[in-house]
T-cell receptor, first 114, second 112 residues
Framework: AQSVTQLGSHVSVSEGALVLLRCNYSSSVPPYLFWYVQYPNQGLQLLLKYTSAATLVKGINGFEAEFKKSETSFHLTKPSAHMSDAAEYFCAVSPSGGYNKLIFGAGTRLAVHP | EPEVTQTPSHQVTQMGQEVILRCVPISNHLYFYWYRQILGQKVEFLVSFYNNEISEKSEIFDDQFSVERPDGSNFTLKIRSTKLEDSAMYFC??????????FGQGTRLTVV
């Protein structure tokens, strides 16, 4: 069965430090992969997506992610954290490929401190 | 920018009561979804809807749940007889044929 594992339910970084949020997936077909962000009391907003084109994907707000098939990973990074990046981040996979239903990871709450 | 709109933002209901959660998807979208997130847990798929019928549903989506697109613009989720364990944030999402899903801000359902 398809699944998504996000290592670390809570990550804390200093402002200006590298952000690294980990995501590993399992899929029996070439996956579509997504990162969504949820700010407090708001819905899910797409950060970026991988759809079998370039393996390094750039998203909004300076985030990027790299698809590594050999490691079944799709980790999210940002070179320099900003206070406004504090939110919950969800990795998701479309288990049948394409833009179908999503299987979400458990989420990682990112805290950014001064 | 077009967005998915959900109402109400928060609904409190008594156990056993029926509740209807409402969503207005983005106007040219054809695929519609409901997800839920129990507090502290992951976002879970409930149901997908296309061409006026359910295309897929999860094990969670039992006979107590139903979806409808009553008037070509709204997309509703009905829970017939709510249970305490139905308390969750419910997200509606929509998409067109070749785009990712866009999510609404969610309805927080509290069953007391």
């Amino acid at each position: 069965a398809q699944s998504v594992t996000q290592l670390g339910s809570h990550v804390s970084v200093s402002e200006g430090a590298l952000v690294l949020l980990r995501c590993n997936y399992s899929s029996s077909v070439p996956p579509y992969l997504f990162w969504y962000v949820q700010y407090p009391n708001q819905g899910l907003q797409l950060l970026l997506k991988y759809t079998s084109a370039a393996t390094l994907v750039k998203g909004i707000n300076g985030f990027e992610a790299e698809f590594k098939k050999s490691e079944t990973s799709f980790h999210l990074t940002k070179p320099s954290a900003h206070m406004s990046d504090a939110a919950e981040y969800f990795c998701a996979v479309s288990p049948s490929g394409g833009y179908n239903k999503l299987i979400f990871g458990a989420g990682t709450r990112l805290a950014v401190h001064p | 920018e077009p967005e998915v709109t959900q109402t109400p933002s928060h609904q409190v209901t008594q156990m056993g009561q029926e509740v209807i959660l409402r969503c207005v998807p983005i106007s040219n979208h054809l695929y519609f979804y409901w997800y839920r997130q129990i507090l502290g847990q992951k976002v879970e798929f409930l149901v997908s809807f296309y061409n006026n019928e359910i295309s897929e549903k999860s094990e969670i989506f039992d006979d107590q749940f139903s979806v409808e697109r009553p008037d070509g613009s709204n997309f509703t989720l009905k829970i017939r007889s709510t249970k305490l364990e139905d308390s969750a944030m419910y997200f509606c999402a929509s998409r067109s044929a070749n785009t990712e899903a866009f999510f609404g801000q969610g309805t927080r359902l509290t069953v007391v």
